[in-house]
């Protein structure tokens, strides 16, 4: 699904990303861990496409088959990648439910599907948004304004499962939750996980791989992937800190 | 020193001979001594250069230095009026073609239940209305300082005269529809309504400007309008102003706001069209407890110059004042907001709150905002605030990675940027109606 060969990336000149490779396979869930400055976000946003990252030549992203980094922002999300924002932005004015049908219909169009009518999204928001634990007025209200940083990490996952993604992204996705709000996300990927349907699951800490338990987990330091495993390294990560595979690892040169 | 600038009045004088000649039996009436009254004072007047402190960033030379012919046709079949009605708007609707109303188009004979309307010469002969109209029409014609409005006075042909008795509500809008059409000289008019609200009386009036030519037929014309309202003890009214003229009008709207005690104003502004607009919005307090809502969002685009000058003079204690106004400015379009709020030294407890936002989308699009607050009186609240700023980079790369196009992201943002100041429209189909057409101008290349 995912092919990372050798990714280098910058951002205002600071090399961040200094080659680091990643194969995730259909169905796979990968967990990348990582002390504060390692690149986790850097990552994401790379994969996401934001500009102000500058990859360099000789970087490979390989997706579905296709050059990932020669595609557009929204051309990647039509074809199946969502990225959950770590700091979802809050835009005025545009309610909740105005933005969800927005989404639903470019993401359907763009897959040839054809367009939901308005109901019938209405319906599929009502329904979805249930499963996030978010209040129904939530829909009327301005996208992400005045929410709570819970709030807005659900109203993550509502868009997430709306869009049925191929590759969720999930960028510290955990960070500032509480327990309740954790399962939460926990529950949205547990239940959209498939065969054909693969997560990265940036994150900080052990604690939301204790309820998505992944294939494989990668610790990340320095701009490169420096160890991998299967769930017990987050365990053994969470028991022995950073400090011990920032040792292990070698030097860059 | 004024050489320039008197050379252009000199046109326009020359103008009203014609103009004169052109009006027929009307000119025995009173109310032709006022036009002439009002030509003999342009005459001692001429045109704002950009030295003039509230024409700095506006100059007008553009505007009236064509040779505008004052005899336009006022042809349009009636199918092509459909498009321009508002949907689901409870109204009655006056139809003006190039300036010029149409009877047989509009709804004359069946008005807003409560509401008198007539023209200015009708008025002047009776006996309950010939005072309200001198009274307000006088500061308009022979002491006004600005050409404009001596302008207006002097070839004010299809004026009206609006009059809603003491307590009566209105719940029917009155819409004054116009329509431009593409004519071979460019033209001119003046639409000047007298609007005079008993106490305790309620109106609402739509105004929207339209134009029916497309691409290089569109209409090259200068309206230069003109209102006085008076609002009596609590009278309430709320305005509607839609604007979306050719790009190749000019659009002057001088609204002067008269309000006794009580009373409460709300004005509801959208320009999106027009190559040159000016709006002149001034409230005067007149006794205690008085409000006054100015609401103003505008789009420029291409060559668009867009300015906003307001005034709120709190002359009295006791009274509220609020002002939003949110423009954006894509390509060569230039925006002004001036928004002077005056409160003078007996104008104890007001409450003044004025804000306005831009969003500038290009490198060559200009902003100048002025706010200004002038305070006489030691116990008050008044608060102002103007932000000047770019469409959030972070907000469109958010859109798109859930799919949305980047062309149709920023559309949606500045939609609701604009949103921000429609929902504050009372009426339900007027708020989608212009909506709509903020759509439908951000789709426009």
């Known amino acids: 699904m995912l092919k990372i060969k050798n990714l280098k990336a910058s951002v205002d000149g600071n090399q961040i990303l200094k080659g680091l490779n990643l194969e995730v396979k259909p169905g796979e869930v990968h967990a990348i861990m990582g002390p504060n400055g390692s690149g986790k976000s850097t990552l994401s946003n790379v994969l996401a496409g934001r500009e102000d990252y500058e990859v360099e030549e000789g970087s490979i992203v390989e997706y579905?088959?296709?050059?990932?980094?020669?595609?557009?922002?929204?051309?990647?999300?039509?074809?199946?990648?969502?990225?959950?924002?770590?700091?979802?932005?809050?835009?005025?004015?545009?309610?909740?439910?105005?933005?969800?049908?927005?989404?639903i219909n470019s993401v359907r169009e763009a897959q040839g599907k054809e367009a939901l009518p308005a109901p019938q999204i209405l319906k599929l928001m009502r329904e979805k948004i249930k499963t996030v634990d978010l209040p129904q007025e939530f829909l009327k209200r301005s996208l992400n304004e005045g929410f709570s940083g819970g709030e807005k990490k659900r109203?993550?996952?509502?868009?997430?499962?709306?869009?049925?993604?191929?590759?969720?992204?999930?960028?510290?996705?955990?960070?500032?939750?509480?327990?309740?709000?954790?399962?939460?996300?926990?529950?949205?990927?547990?239940?959209?996980?498939k065969q054909d349907r693969s997560f990265i699951i940036v994150t900080h800490y052990q604690r939301l791989l204790n309820y998505i338990v992944p294939d494989f987990v990668h610790v990340l330091h320095n701009g490169r992937i420096v160890k991998s495993g299967d769930k017990s390294l987050a365990l053994e990560l969470e028991d022995k800190g950073y400090d011990w595979v920032k040792k292990e690892a070698p030097q860059t040169v | 020193m004024t050489n320039i600038q008197d050379k252009h009045i000199d046109r326009f004088l020359t103008l009203f001979q014609s103009f004169e000649g052109a009006l027929n039996g009307e000119k025995g009436h009173p109310m032709h001594e006022w036009r002439r009254k009002a030509i003999h004072r342009l005459k001692d007047l001429s045109f704002p250069t950009r030295r003039h402190e509230e024409w700095k960033y506006t100059p007008v030379t553009k505007v009236v230095s064509p040779t505008y012919s004052v005899n336009p046709n006022s042809e349009l079949s009636?199918?092509?009026l459909e498009k321009f009605k508002i949907d689901d708007l409870n109204a009655a609707v006056l139809v003006f073609v190039n300036g010029q109303l149409r009877k047989d188009l509009s709804d004359l004979d069946q008005l807003p239940q409560g509401l008198q309307l007539m023209p200015m010469s009708e008025a002047l002969d009776h006996p309950d209305y010939q005072d309200i109209v001198k009274e307000l029409y006088i500061s308009s014609t022979e002491k006004?300082?600005?050409?404009?409005?001596?302008?207006?006075?002097?070839?004010?042909?299809?004026?009206?005269?609006?009059?809603?008795?003491?307590?009566?509500?209105?719940?029917?809008?009155?819409?004054?529809?116009?329509?431009?059409?593409?004519?071979?000289?460019?033209?001119?008019?003046?639409?000047?309504?007298?609007?005079?609200?008993?106490?305790?009386?309620k109106m609402v009036l739509v105004e929207s400007y339209n134009d029916l030519g497309e691409g290089d037929t569109k209409s090259e014309?200068?309206?230069?309008?003109?209102?006085?309202?008076?609002?009596?003890?609590?009278?309430?009214?709320?305005?509607?102003k839609l604007q979306r003229e050719s790009t190749r009008s000019s659009h002057l709207n001088n609204t002067s706001i008269y309000q006794d005690r009580d009373s409460v104003y709300s004005n509801y502004q959208l320009d999106l069209g027009g190559l040159w607009v000016r709006n002149n919005l001034n409230a005067y307090h007149k006794g205690e407890n008085v409000t006054t809502n100015f609401y103003g969002a505008f789009l420029g685009k291409g060559n668009q110059h867009m300015d906003a000058h307001t005034l709120v003079d709190h002359a009295i204690p006791h009274c509220q004042s609020n002002e939003l106004y949110k423009g954006i400015l894509d390509d060569k379009a230039h925006g002004v907001f001036n928004g002077k709020v005056m409160v003078h030294k007996d104008a104890q407890k007001t409450n003044a709150f004025q804000q306005n936002s831009s969003l500038l989308l290009s490198e060559k699009a200009v902003m100048d905002a002025k706010p200004q607050l002038e305070i006489f009186a030691d116990d008050v609240k008044c608060s102002?605030?103007?932000?000047?700023?770019?469409?959030?980079?972070?907000?469109?790369?958010?859109?798109?990675?859930?799919?949305?196009?980047?062309?149709?992201?920023k559309e949606m943002l500045q939609e609701a940027f604009l949103l921000e100041v429609i929902e504050n429209m009372p009426n339900e189909s007027l708020r989608a109606y212009a909506s709509k057409w903020i759509a439908e101008k951000l789709a426009s290349e």
């Open chain 2, 384 to 409: 102002h605030g103007a932000t000047i700023g770019h469409l959030d980079e972070s907000s469109v790369f958010f859109l798109r990675t859930r799919g949305i196009n980047e062309k149709r992201a």
């Open chain 2, 78 to 80: 009636e199918k092509k």
């Open chain 2, 221 to 240: 014309y200068f309206n230069n309008m003109q209102n006085v309202i008076h609002l009596k003890g609590n009278a309430q009214m709320d305005h509607y």
């Open chain 1, 64 to 103: 579905l088959g296709e050059d990932l980094l020669e595609l557009d922002v929204e051309e990647r999300a039509k074809k199946g990648i969502f990225l959950a924002f770590q700091y979802p932005v809050e835009i005025p004015g545009v309610t909740t439910a105005t933005f969800l049908k927005e989404i």
């Open chain 1, 155 to 193: 109203n993550e996952m509502l868009q997430m499962a709306l869009l049925e993604p191929q590759l969720a992204i999930l960028d510290e996705t955990d960070s500032g939750l509480d327990i309740d709000a954790m399962k939460v996300v926990a529950n949205v990927v547990n239940e959209l996980r």
């Open chain 2, 144 to 201: 006004t300082e600005d050409p404009f409005l001596a302008m207006n006075a002097a070839f004010s042909k299809e004026n009206m005269f609006i009059y809603v008795p003491a307590n009566t509500h209105v719940t029917q809008a009155l819409h004054i529809l116009h329509i431009n059409t593409p004519e071979e000289l460019p033209y001119f008019y003046n639409p000047q309504k007298l609007i005079h609200l008993g106490k305790g009386s």
